[in-house]
């Protein structure tokens, strides 16, 4: 059985990610622990996946900070090889105050800044930092599931990509989310606000939402140009099959 661990930058991708796992390599292949750190404590979230013979083991972490996250590796790399885990993935959000600091817009060299830094970080501070990679969504989360553009009339029938073109003049079909917004939440919620909701990112609300993603939605968020920091987090991923 390998053993990988993920730690994210918060509850939304945590979610996302635990039920993204199952897309990628098989509900049958895997147990799956979730939790949050806590005043720098494990704290288990639901929903575990607990298959009786799986073939991958996932210790999925939400750090509740996107700064926390290469931290909250480090903090914890040796504990992990110890456990018998074989890799660390991390997943965060490009868009962040020290971002904004830099940038009020999409800026791809303060975007690349902070991906070398991230990965000159893990080569100097790691104990085995070929074993490790970060992802950052680019820029938020939310740009992933704006990629995934028939979500949103799952979510209400009215927010078709035709509405949603004619009340806000980008057709989501036709966009790269990540290249697009620099605040993807805020058109979420601008597009949930189109049929009198609200986007609150709470548990339920994320859970209902990642529920609702299947094959097709993935397959356009992959499409050629359409979000490539998702597609290499998928493809990474997805690379685990031949590793095991």
């Known amino acids: 059985m390998k053993k990988i661990a993920i730690f994210t930058e918060g509850q939304g991708e945590l979610i996302f990610v635990r039920n993204l796992l199952p897309r990628v390599l098989g509900y049958e292949n895997l147990k799956i622990e979730c939790f949050e750190l806590h005043s720098d404590q494990f704290r288990k979230t639901p929903y575990p996946i607990y298959h009786p013979d799986p073939l991958f083991h996932f210790l999925i972490v939400n750090v509740a900070n996107d700064a926390r996250v290469i931290t909250?590796?480090?903090?914890?790399?040796?504990?992990?090889?110890?456990?018998?885990?074989e890799a660390i993935?991390?997943?965060r959000d490009m868009y962040s105050a020290a971002y904004r600091t830099l940038a009020s817009e999409i800026d791809d060299s303060v975007t690349n800044k902070f991906i070398q830094g991230h990965e000159e970080a893990i080569i100097q501070t790691?104990?085995?930092p070929e074993k490790i990679q970060v992802y950052f969504a680019i820029m938020e989360f939310?740009?992933?599931?704006?990629?995934?553009?028939s979500l949103f009339a799952k979510i209400d029938p009215d927010l078709t990509v035709d509405f949603i073109a004619e009340k806000l003049d980008f057709n989501l079909k036709k966009i790269s989310p990540q290249t697009?917004?620099?605040?993807?939440?805020n058109v979420v919620e601008r597009i949930f606000r189109?049929?009198?909701?609200?986007?609150a990112k709470s548990r339920d609300e994320m859970e209902s939402i990642s529920n609702m993603?299947?094959?097709q939605d993935i397959r356009h968020a992959l499409e050629t140009g359409k979000c490539d920091s998702f597609a290499s987090f998928?493809?990474?991923l997805n690379s685990l099959r031949n590793e095991n």
């Open 72 to 85: 909250a590796i480090r903090e914890r790399e040796q504990g992990l090889w110890k456990q018998g885990y």
């Open 194 to 199: 189109l049929v009198g909701k609200t986007y």
């Open 142 to 149: 939310e740009a992933w599931l704006l990629a995934m553009y």
């Open 213 to 215: 993603i299947d094959d």
């Open 180 to 185: 697009e917004f620099f605040h993807p939440t």
């Open 89 to 91: 993935i991390g997943l």
């Open 126 to 128: 790691m104990v085995k």
């Open 234 to 236: 998928w493809n990474r």
